[in-house]
């Protein structure tokens, strides 16, 4: 093996690894730069937890941009960023996937009166509270799939397979909230399931924008309809709260809602049913097949 075929394929792209790596550091070295710049003017306006995510945001756009045009000389359609990727329909099922997904075992819980609702303080109107959310889940959610399923999933799903990329990205999806506050193994495990949901969308939709989608309308929903903890971090809603008075390993506990078995067994069923809408469309394609 030569020095440039430890680096390059015989088609003359870069391997994966080199792929993997070349993007982390444009997207790394972007967004430092961009916090360094911003943060003396954007503190003054965002939260630094806001910042963090429009930083990471602006740093992985640039290295999609970066290794996809000018590095690998490809398209969006392999990353599901083309034009046709992003149809309403596509759109709304992944909103729809991803708000059921979670609004269901959390109405389930409630009626069983393992999850009640508890006054809480309100500051500020409803309204207020649900567009701030919106304004702080819509980077996060879209940078945490450009990151665990944009370029990187693509890339190493050309390189080894669909199966195999999905198990890997899903489980660095899990660990990417490990410092959450309250994460324990199951929390983590049940993020690794949302990992696999999520890929699954993807790879159905073949659009990343429904992935993102899916991400919002989970964690929008969580936050902003049931007011309930999110990945471990409380919120500071108005009127009221929901919080769990059942047993933890199937409400979430501190973790929040989407941390129980109550919402894996609700990914599993909606991306069974999302499986079987796949197999029935008359334009359904194979896991295996990258749009241009």
Same mark, same amino acid.
């Given at each position: 093996?030569?020095?440039?075929?430890? =680096?390059?394929?015989?088609?003359?792209?870069?391997?994966?690894? +080199?792929?993997w790596t070349g993007?982390?550091?444009?997207?790394?070295?972007?967004?430092?730069?961009?916090?360094?710049?911003?943060?003396?003017? @954007?503190?003054? !306006?965002?939260?630094?937890? @806001?910042?963090?995510?429009?930083?990471?945001?602006?740093?992985?756009?640039?290295?999609?941009?970066? $290794? !996809?045009? =000018?590095?690998?000389?490809?398209? %969006?359609?392999?990353?599901?960023?083309?034009?046709?990727?992003?149809?309403?329909?596509?759109?709304?099922?992944?909103?729809?996937?991803?708000?059921?997904?979670?609004?269901?075992?959390?109405?389930?819980?409630?009626?069983?009166? +393992? $999850?009640?609702?508890?006054?809480?303080?309100?500051?500020?109107? +409803?309204?207020?509270? *649900?567009a701030s959310l @919106?304004?702080?889940?819509?980077?996060?959610?879209?940078?945490?799939?450009?990151?665990?399923?944009?370029?990187?999933?693509?890339?190493?799903?050309?390189?080894?397979?669909?199966?195999?990329?999905?198990?890997?990205?899903? !489980?660095?999806?899990?660990?990417?909230?490990?410092?959450?506050?309250?994460?324990?193994?199951?929390?983590?495990?049940?993020?690794?399931?949302?990992?696999?949901?999520?890929?699954?969308?993807?790879?159905?939709?073949?659009?990343?924008?429904?992935? %993102?989608?899916?991400?919002?309308?989970?964690? +929008?929903?969580?936050?902003?309809?049931?007011?309930?903890?999110?990945?471990?971090?409380? *919120?500071?809603?108005?009127?009221?709260?929901?919080?769990?008075?059942?047993?933890? %390993?199937?409400?979430?506990?501190? %973790?929040?809602?989407?941390?129980?078995?109550?919402?894996?067994?609700?990914?599993?069923?909606?991306?069974?049913?999302?499986?079987?809408?796949?197999?029935?469309?008359?334009?359904?394609?194979? =896991?295996?097949?990258?749009?241009?």
């Amino acid at each position: 093996m030569t020095a440039r075929d430890f =680096f390059y394929r015989p088609s003359g792209s870069l391997r994966a690894p +080199w792929q993997w790596t070349g993007f982390l550091l444009v997207a790394l070295s972007v967004g430092l730069l961009t916090a360094g710049l911003t943060a003396p003017f @954007a503190l003054r !306006v965002l939260s630094p937890l @806001a910042l963090s995510f429009w930083t990471l945001l602006v740093g992985l756009v640039v290295a999609h941009v970066v $290794m !996809v045009r =000018f590095v690998d000389h490809g398209t %969006w359609g392999p990353i599901g960023l083309s034009r046709r990727s992003a149809t309403p329909a596509r759109l709304a099922v992944g909103f729809a996937a991803g708000s059921l997904g979670i609004l269901m075992p959390t109405g389930v819980l409630l009626a069983v009166h +393992w $999850m009640r609702g508890e006054p809480a303080a309100a500051r500020y109107s +409803w309204g207020h509270y *649900a567009a701030s959310l @919106a304004a702080l889940f819509l980077p996060q959610s879209l940078g945490e799939e450009l990151l665990s399923r944009g370029y990187l999933f693509a890339r190493a799903r050309e390189a080894i397979g669909w199966p195999a990329a999905l198990a890997i990205t899903s !489980v660095g999806f899990g660990l990417l909230h490990y410092a959450n506050p309250g994460a324990t193994p199951r929390a983590i495990g049940i993020v690794i399931i949302a990992g696999f949901f999520l890929g699954g969308i993807l790879l159905l939709t073949r659009s990343l924008y429904a992935a %993102w989608m899916a991400h919002f309308a989970w964690n +929008w929903s969580m936050a902003a309809l049931l007011h309930a903890t999110v990945s471990g971090m409380p *919120a500071l809603p108005p009127d009221y709260r929901v919080v769990d008075s059942g047993p933890a %390993w199937l409400t979430g506990g501190v %973790w929040g809602p989407e941390g129980g078995a109550a919402a894996a067994l609700s990914m599993a069923l909606c991306l069974t049913a999302l499986i079987a809408w796949h197999r029935r469309s008359p334009r359904a394609a194979p =896991f295996e097949r990258i749009e241009t």
